[in-house]
Nanobody, 115 residues
Framework: QVQLGESGGGLVQPGGSLRLSCAAS??????MGWYRRAPGQQRELVAV???????NYADSVKGRFTISRDNAKNTVYLQMNSLKPEDTALYYC???????????WGQGTQVTVSS
């Protein structure tokens, strides 16, 4: 059974940095990524990365966030710099395999940007 374990969330001041990590167990993943849901909002894409290293970012985080992955460890990272209060959200890790049903989500890690 695939499990995703997220870590690295927390409280940070505006302009600060955080690094999220997500380790996935036991499968082959094509795309891995991060999504977020702010209070009262729908879940939205933050960044995704393919197994080959191609990336896609939400416009709101381009230039500030960097996604990376370690295929050998089935781990995806999100380096978040120049954080803003509007980045406050519950951040979810996602991993997808070769079939449509192979779509897995973590429990979420809270990121709060506040002075």
């Amino acid at each position: 059974q695939v499990q995703l374990g997220e870590s690295g969330g927390g409280l940070v001041q505006p302009g600060g940095s955080l690094r999220l990590s997500c380790a996935a167990s036991g499968s082959f993943f094509t795309t891995m990524g991060w999504y977020r849901r702010a209070p009262g909002q729908q879940r939205e894409l933050v960044a995704v990365i393919t197994r080959g290293g191609s990336t896609n970012y939400a416009d709101s985080v381009k230039g500030r966030f960097t996604i990376s992955r370690d295929n050998a460890k089935n781990t995806v990272y999100l380096q978040m710099n120049s954080l803003k209060p509007e980045d406050t959200a519950l951040y979810y890790c996602n991993a997808r395999g070769l079939t449509r049903s192979a779509d897995y989500w973590g429990q979420g890690t809270q990121v709060t940007v506040s002075s």
